[in-house]
């Protein structure tokens, strides 16, 4: 198993100090996992804790979700993306500030290479795993049993069961666990705290007008089942001093434009904190509300998000495009990825068959397809090293435009992307992890 390699952004005079930590995971995604994550978050918040929540693998929605319930940023732990140092660093400050740190899984707890069990193993993390037990009695101990055992040195410390029928159901699932594995209690089937999903996963919390409410009612119905253990004190160790080391401000006296809305949303925190670190200073803007990229700006990121639900307002939206073409027009550097390169097309067609125009920056066509396109991890061999992150995206394009290089995707057979590069504009499905390579990065927006 690969940890990765890259450069840590953090305080490193944080004195270390043991925290209690959880790992909640699940046998299978759909199980629940943010579900449960928000409303312990909320739990232990509404009692005066300091949570702080970090979600593994690459996922822009949840996060969402769990800043909601937790107050408090969140961010992505992931071996392969960002490193074991990366991930160290990141606990360790953590635990230096926070009463508690949960980590929400990503799949199933064996499931990916590197997996959530990989990270609980290498972090010592206690897990927490969430079951659906809605067509389920006596087997729900067998699975409970199969994920304590199935790695070794695994810490499975409890359960909890979801999609509950009644009382009795929740004793007879109680009764199955074998000794040793604690029960956390369960959460009654109920819709009115259910989260909300669409074709890339969750629906975006700033989407959902009652979801603080959803998140306290899921908080409440975990507490009326019983008392909510704290989880044991994991030490984090400091990352080592290379890991450590202040970036250099390459970037420094760049200002990036950085597009923001319902339409472009899909910002990693640890990509915002890598600009800052080398020296950008950042300021966003709203297509969707056809704000203009702000003046004095010397570069431009637009990042992924859902576009094809906002067609007309995008389209019609002239101040934004024609300061956005004005830019790329002016050589200055660009950005896009996902649904930011989505934006750059001369038409995008959503999955209702609407079609508008786009920005035309890029020669070429989109539509959204009725199924998943590409999935995976992937990694980028750019000239200043290689940068690594990821692609989940149910479009198709076609781009009159031949393709500047390709990612390469991490899993054997994987469908690579293609990169287009027109002057100094950057764009591709896949959604780069900036910590991977901040030398890389920096690259990409230096004017």
């Given at each position: 198993m690969s940890v990765g390699f890259s450069t840590m952004i953090v305080s490193p005079c944080l004195e270390a100090r043991p925290c209690p930590a959880l790992l909640v995971t699940a046998p299978a995604s759909g199980q629940g996992k943010t579900t449960v994550t928000a409303a312990l978050a909320h739990s232990h918040r509404s009692q005066g804790r300091r949570v702080r929540v970090f979600k593994t693998g690459p996922d822009f929605l949840d996060p969402m979700v769990l800043e909601c319930a937790s107050g408090a940023p969140v961010q992505q732990l992931d071996l392969w993306m960002g490193g074991a140092a990366h991930c160290a660093g990141l606990l360790h400050s953590a635990a230096a500030q926070a009463d508690l740190i949960l980590v929400e899984g990503v799949m199933g707890l064996h499931d990916g290479t590197p997996s959530s069990a990989d990270l609980a193993l290498h972090f010592g993390l206690p897990v927490l795993a969430v079951i659906d037990a809605s067509a389920m009695a006596q087997t729900f101990g067998a699975v409970a049993h199969g994920l304590a055992t199935y790695r070794p040195g695994l810490r499975l410390t409890g359960v909890l069961a979801n999609r509950v029928g009644s009382a009795g159901h929740a004793q007879m699932l109680h009764e199955s666990l074998p000794a040793g594995i604690a029960w956390y209690g369960a959460l009654p089937r109920g819709e009115h705290y259910a989260l909300p999903s669409r074709h890339l996963g969750l629906v975006q919390a700033g989407e959902v007008g009652d979801m603080a409410q959803r998140i306290a009612a899921a908080a409440q119905a975990l507490g009326d089942s019983g008392a909510l253990p704290m989880p044991p004190a994991v030490d984090f160790d400091a990352p080592p001093t290379s890991a450590s080391a202040?970036?250099?401000?390459?970037?420094?006296?760049?200002?990036?434009?950085?597009?923001?809305?319902?339409?472009?949303?899909?910002?990693?925190?640890?990509?915002?904190?890598?600009?800052?670190?080398?020296?950008?200073?950042?300021?966003?803007?709203?297509?969707?509300?056809?704000?203009?990229?702000?003046?004095?700006?010397?570069?431009?990121?637009?990042?992924?998000?859902?576009?094809?639900?906002?067609?007309?307002?995008?389209?019609?939206n002239t101040a934004s495009r024609e300061s956005i073409c004005a830019h790329h027009a002016a050589g200055r550097p660009l950005v896009a990825e996902c649904g930011g390169m989505l934006a750059l097309l001369e038409s995008l067609t959503d999955a209702a068959g609407h079609r508008a125009p786009m920005l035309g920056l890029l020669p070429g066509q989109g539509a959204m397809a009725d199924r998943l396109v590409n999935l995976g991890m992937h990694s980028l061999a750019l000239p200043e090293g290689e940068v690594r992150g990821h692609t989940f995206h149910h479009a198709r394009i076609d781009v009159r435009l031949p393709a500047a290089l390709h990612t390469q995707a991490q899993r054997h057979h994987g469908q690579p992307e293609p990169v287009f590069r027109k002057g100094r504009l950057f764009a591709s499905f896949m959604h780069l992890y900036f910590p991977s390579n901040p030398a890389a990065v920096a690259a990409l927006f230096k004017p």
């Amino acid at each position: 198993m690969s940890v990765g390699f890259s450069t840590m952004i953090v305080s490193p005079c944080l004195e270390a100090r043991p925290c209690p930590a959880l790992l909640v995971t699940a046998p299978a995604s759909g199980q629940g996992k943010t579900t449960v994550t928000a409303a312990l978050a909320h739990s232990h918040r509404s009692q005066g804790r300091r949570v702080r929540v970090f979600k593994t693998g690459p996922d822009f929605l949840d996060p969402m979700v769990l800043e909601c319930a937790s107050g408090a940023p969140v961010q992505q732990l992931d071996l392969w993306m960002g490193g074991a140092a990366h991930c160290a660093g990141l606990l360790h400050s953590a635990a230096a500030q926070a009463d508690l740190i949960l980590v929400e899984g990503v799949m199933g707890l064996h499931d990916g290479t590197p997996s959530s069990a990989d990270l609980a193993l290498h972090f010592g993390l206690p897990v927490l795993a969430v079951i659906d037990a809605s067509a389920m009695a006596q087997t729900f101990g067998a699975v409970a049993h199969g994920l304590a055992t199935y790695r070794p040195g695994l810490r499975l410390t409890g359960v909890l069961a979801n999609r509950v029928g009644s009382a009795g159901h929740a004793q007879m699932l109680h009764e199955s666990l074998p000794a040793g594995i604690a029960w956390y209690g369960a959460l009654p089937r109920g819709e009115h705290y259910a989260l909300p999903s669409r074709h890339l996963g969750l629906v975006q919390a700033g989407e959902v007008g009652d979801m603080a409410q959803r998140i306290a009612a899921a908080a409440q119905a975990l507490g009326d089942s019983g008392a909510l253990p704290m989880p044991p004190a994991v030490d984090f160790d400091a990352p080592p001093t290379s890991a450590s080391a202040a970036l250099p401000s390459t970037l420094a006296g760049v200002t990036i434009a950085i597009a923001r809305d319902a339409a472009f949303s899909f910002l990693y925190r640890s990509n915002l904190d890598t600009l800052r670190a080398l020296g950008a200073e950042l300021c966003f803007f709203s297509p969707l509300a056809n704000q203009p990229v702000p003046a004095g700006a010397h570069a431009l990121y637009l990042p992924g998000g859902y576009p094809e639900l906002h067609l007309p307002a995008l389209a019609g939206n002239t101040a934004s495009r024609e300061s956005i073409c004005a830019h790329h027009a002016a050589g200055r550097p660009l950005v896009a990825e996902c649904g930011g390169m989505l934006a750059l097309l001369e038409s995008l067609t959503d999955a209702a068959g609407h079609r508008a125009p786009m920005l035309g920056l890029l020669p070429g066509q989109g539509a959204m397809a009725d199924r998943l396109v590409n999935l995976g991890m992937h990694s980028l061999a750019l000239p200043e090293g290689e940068v690594r992150g990821h692609t989940f995206h149910h479009a198709r394009i076609d781009v009159r435009l031949p393709a500047a290089l390709h990612t390469q995707a991490q899993r054997h057979h994987g469908q690579p992307e293609p990169v287009f590069r027109k002057g100094r504009l950057f764009a591709s499905f896949m959604h780069l992890y900036f910590p991977s390579n901040p030398a890389a990065v920096a690259a990409l927006f230096k004017p």
